[in-house]
């Protein structure tokens, strides 16, 4: 069986857009919105230097709520896989969420399996990439990145900022606590390898 370590794509591998004229903060809605972060390539190349699959795992609701079409959020994908390959980074495979409960555009509009925090595109993909889940990593900057990891028994990575974690006052509310926080992408793929030697030390030993 393969391993993964699987990625959340807002605010990990692309930067968030704010929008000054309402005050939010929201997914890229369009190529020229779409920004990769730093030093993701380098991540992304370690991932698979160290022989993991590099999974994108991403609810995109903006496509329920009409806010992009199928056809741009395609045009986004192909801007982050052509800018990765670009720098000898490959991502294998990317899983979306297209649905919200509340969307406007009726085919999305559902209660789905695969919205985190459930856990249905991590189960989609172990499945048709034959990953081992407990050998697997999510890395996420969201709540329900860690729910939906610690769903499917995968160890979880926090991306988090700052050295006080406020999203961990919710996800101990939520009884759900991620197995490591890390300050961006880089930092999580640079404590996996680490974990992994610590992991065939032990073997060796
Ligand atoms: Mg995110
Ligand atoms: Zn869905």
Not at 71 to 80: N, R, S, V, Y
Request: proline share 5%.
């Amino acid at each position: 069986m393969r391993r993964a370590v699987f990625l959340d794509r807002d605010g990990v591998i692309n930067a968030m857009v704010y929008h000054t004229e309402f005050g939010l903060v929201d997914s890229p809605a369009n190529p020229e919105e779409f920004r990769l972060l730093p030093n993701v390539s380098e991540a992304i190349r370690s991932i698979n230097q160290l022989g993991f699959l590099a999974i994108v795992i991403s609810n995109q609701p903006g496509i329920a709520k009409g806010k992009f079409s199928p056809a741009l959020l395609e045009a986004m994908t192909e801007k982050m896989l052509i800018e990765l390959r670009q720098e000898q980074a490959n991502i294998d495979a990317v899983y979306y969420c297209f649905h919200h409960p509340e969307g406007v555009v009726a085919e999305y509009r559902a209660i789905c399996e695969c919205r985190k925090p459930k856990p249905g595109m991590l189960f989609k993909a172990a499945q048709e990439w034959d990953i081992s889940l407990p050998e697997s990593y999510f890395i996420g900057d969201g709540i329900t990145d860690v729910q939906a990891g610690y769903a499917a028994g995968v160890s979880t990575l926090l991306v988090y900022p700052s050295s006080r974690c406020y999203l961990c006052d919710e996800l101990t509310r939520q009884k759900v606590q991620p197995d490591h926080i890390v300050k961006n992408l880089l930092d999580g793929v640079h404590l996996i390898r680490q974990l992994e030697q610590q992991k065939q030390g032990q073997v060796i030993l």
